[in-house]
């Protein structure tokens, strides 16, 4: 596993990011640890997780994520070992609910966390169907996992410092793991790079 420089900060965070937003949703307690215990095992030390998770959002199950975080980090004492990125939630009336429990801290047993993290989601909407079939015919032309090419692909930009993947599976979370040891080539980078030229706003 690589490991780069947060920021201006002295932290070096692994190339990937375990995400977790299925963490009480998808995945129960139990398999949220597992996943924690495969990616310190290979080298990951940041963790991705947000007060509204998981996803989808609801009042019933918001928290859960993070009380999952906090019971595995209760029962390994090994804070010292993972990075914990955080998100808050603007004001709203879709999720009124937040912030009327326990507070994070109640919730992880860490009593330091990330102040904000802007995201913009808007491009995540509607990506094209032939868009997404040329990206995986350019995998299938040089034997490579689809998945794979495509988060091997994120972690190479110069301006990503760490990639965040999740699965729900360990199956899955190990193969998003191998993505770490793939580097493109030049060869499919440009290949890559001319369907973006051809569609360049796949998802408006």
């Known amino acids: 596993m690589n490991y780069r420089p947060l920021g201006q900060t002295d932290l070096k965070i692994s190339a990937l990011t375990l995400g977790t937003m299925t963490w009480g949703e998808q995945n129960t307690e139990a398999e949220a640890h597992q996943q924690i215990d495969m990616a310190?095992?290979?080298?990951?030390?940041?963790?991705?997780?947000?007060?509204?998770?998981?996803?989808?959002?609801?009042?019933?199950?918001?928290?859960?994520?993070e009380a999952y975080l906090g019971s595995w980090l209760q029962k390994n004492q090994q804070r010292d070992r993972i990075?914990?990125?955080?998100?808050?939630?603007?004001?709203?009336?879709?999720f009124h609910y937040l912030r009327r429990g326990a507070r994070l801290t109640q919730r992880t047993n860490v009593s330091v966390q990330n102040p904000y993290n802007l995201l913009n989601r808007t491009y995540e909407v509607g990506m094209a169907e032939k868009v997404t079939a040329a990206y995986v015919q350019i995998a299938h032309d040089y034997q490579l996992n689809p998945s794979q090419m495509a988060l091997a692909f994120v972690t190479q930009q110069p301006f990503v410092t760490?990639?965040?993947?999740?699965?729900?599976?360990?199956?899955?979370?190990?193969e998003n793991i191998?993505?770490?040891?793939?580097q493109l080539s030049e060869e499919i980078l440009t290949a890559i790079e001319q369907v973006h030229l051809q569609q360049p706003n796949p998802c408006p």
């Open 162 to 174: 760490s990639n965040i993947i999740g699965a729900t599976t360990l199956a899955q979370l190990k």
């Open 83 to 94: 990075i914990i990125a955080t998100k808050v939630t603007g004001p709203g009336e879709t």
């Open 40 to 65: 310190l095992d290979v080298g990951i030390n940041c963790l991705d997780v947000a007060e509204m998770y998981p996803v989808p959002p609801k009042p019933e199950t918001q928290g859960l994520t």
């Open 178 to 182: 191998d993505s770490a040891d793939l």
